[in-house]
């Protein structure tokens, strides 16, 4: 039997070239120059799963052969005992997307041929509108059709909107203050101007960030039915999936959930009960392109498709790994796209192509992605006390972000 390959170093690169510090893990291994990026992007954590991956997961991997990758990732979610936490299940999607890489190399194939090969020649992409008010949202549609988008996703004044006034009582603490009642009456009302200002033809989606009450959402849900959003994004915070059944009640609108789940426990019971239509994991969050690709093979088989969270805080090889999984998937739904600058593009070669609406693989073999690591050390991550996420509701109440 031929000697394996096996690993020989593991780096992990902190990046900051657009307004997400990035995360990526480069894996080395016996043979000279075959090496392997992952995605390991946690970006209001960094420090964390940097340390996760240097001081515990490089130890765990030296010496281990690179082809094992079912084994390793089987290995490395239990090698911590505590488990399903969204530091160390980055850390292993960088492991294990650098895997798939590397084994990818090693069998001269893209890896969207070792899932299977391709259902698609592209993905389908949906961008993202905002605006301050319902004309200005639908003039940035207008702009994103105009560059071929056919789907767009469409929020008012930002996540929670932007409230018109704001009553806060005497010496309120400062934070990301927001009025759940008055974004559900703006953005139903936007909604409905888009949808007849533009017509039907355009695919319509929309992201409630989590930010209201059950019981709102549910009437949320219920109230955009007309409008046909292609889909409903995160109605509802994980902790209250449970509520789930009940938007399934009320209408037919279609729900989108999943980018902050990070456990089988999430993900499973929604699934089995049909309460949603699309899964849309941060796939290094869940772990890597091992437990996406299950998921997805499970999510066809109920009439689930896949909408992978495709944001600015994914890193480009987790954009990568993100287009394998679509243009093979049966269940492919849609991909979330950030639409990257120019020094992204430049400091990652291979980032993949988009062209009206689409977005393309290269045929390299593995992800198909590089990373100039001499350009990204130009732009190192900074430390920043996050403030978006210091949410509250007009009584300065702290609320979910
Ligand atoms: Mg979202």
Redesign the pocket.
């Known amino acids: 039997m031929a000697k394996p390959v096996t690993i020989t170093d593991v780096q992990t690169i902190l990046t900051q070239p657009a307004g997400s510090r990035l995360i990526v893990v480069k894996i080395l291994t016996s043979e000279p120059g075959l090496y392997g990026l992952g995605c390991a992007t946690f970006t209001q954590r960094f420090h964390a799963v940097y340390t996760a991956i240097q001081k515990h997961l490089r130890p765990f991997l030296i010496g281990r052969d690179v082809d094992r990758i079912e084994e390793l990732f089987q290995l490395a979610i239990v090698n911590s005992y505590w488990r399903n936490g969204p530091v160390l299940n980055n850390a292993i999607s960088g492991m294990d997307m650098a895997l798939w890489d590397i084994k990818g190399k090693r069998a001269g194939m893209p890896v969207y041929q070792l899932l299977g090969g391709k259902c698609r020649e592209a993905a389908a992409l949906y961008s993202h509108a905002d605006g301050r008010t319902p004309e200005e949202v639908a003039d940035n549609v207008r702009r994103l059709r105009e560059q071929g988008y056919r789907y767009v996703r469409i929020q008012i004044g930002g996540y929670g909107g932007e409230a018109e006034r704001l009553d806060r009582p005497e010496g309120a603490q400062p934070g990301a203050y927001y009025d759940p009642r008055d974004y559900v009456r703006r953005a139903l009302k936007m909604i409905e101007y888009v949808r007849t200002t533009l017509g039907e033809e355009i695919e319509l989606l929309h992201?409630i960030?989590e930010r209201l009450r059950p019981i709102d959402a549910v009437g949320f849900a219920r109230d955009v039915e007309p409008y046909k959003l292609f889909f409903l994004?995160?109605a509802l915070a994980p902790e209250d999936n449970e509520w789930f059944r009940h938007i399934r009640q009320v209408c037919t609108t279609p729900i989108a959930m999943g980018?902050l789940f990070n456990n089988p426990g999430e993900w499973l019971p929604l699934i089995e009960g049909r309460l949603i239509d699309f899964l849309?994991m941060h796939i290094s969050q869940m772990g890597g392109i091992t437990p996406a690709r299950n998921v997805a093979a499970m999510a066809n088989m109920y009439g689930i498709r896949t909408a992978w969270?495709g944001?600015g805080d994914v890193s480009p090889v987790g954009h990568a790994a993100n287009l394998h999984l679509d243009v093979w998937a049966p269940n492919f739904g849609i991909q979330?796209w950030c639409r990257f600058n120019d020094l992204v593009y430049e400091m990652f070669p291979g980032t993949p192509e988009v062209r009206d609406g689409y977005m393309y693989p290269n045929d390299l073999p593995g992800l198909g992605i590089d990373i100039d690591e001499k350009l990204a050390a130009q732009y190192p991550c900074e430390d920043e006390i996050i403030t978006w996420t210091q949410t509250r509701s007009p009584d300065g109440g702290p609320m979910r972000p």
Request: charged fraction near 65%; glycine fraction near 0%.
């Open positions: 992201d960030h994004e995160d980018e849309r969270h944001p979330e």
